[in-house]
């Protein structure tokens, strides 16, 4: 399985901007992706995940509200839409599958970086 982002860049506080994860070398269904960030000299911390069946998404109360997640089932594809960012919002955002429930995020993307700044 190999994850790939795309889309980080510099924005100024309250853009927004729209992060995409390809999946390769996966044809099923995972129970579910995630997107999480790092920022720097913090750890890495969870954003948000999506049941890949259901759609049904999961957010960090850091960003509930501004940020949005989708998928395409078809191009197989996971979307991290951000609105109204803010500076504390800059990290290395990276997206993670799960194959099964019972199993933890195992497979990692690179990361892409965002940052906020005026």
């Known amino acids: 399985v190999q994850l790939v982002e795309s889309g980080g860049s510099v924005v100024q506080p309250g853009a927004s901007t729209t992060l995409t994860c390809e999946i390769f070398g996966y044809s099923f269904s995972p129970y579910g992706m995630g997107w999480f960030r790092q920022a720097p000299r913090k750890e890495r911390e969870f954003v948000g995940a999506i049941n890949w069946d259901s759609g049904t998404t999961y957010f960090d109360d850091s960003v509930k509200g501004r940020f949005t997640i989708s998928r395409n089932v078809g191009l197989h594809t996971l979307s991290l839409q951000m609105n109204n960012l803010k500076p504390e919002d800059t990290a290395v955002y990276f997206c993670?599958?799960?194959?099964?429930?019972?199993?933890?995020?195992?497979?990692w993307g690179q990361g892409t970086q965002v940052t906020v700044s005026s």
């Open positions: 993670a599958m799960k194959i099964k429930l019972t199993e933890a995020f195992g497979s």
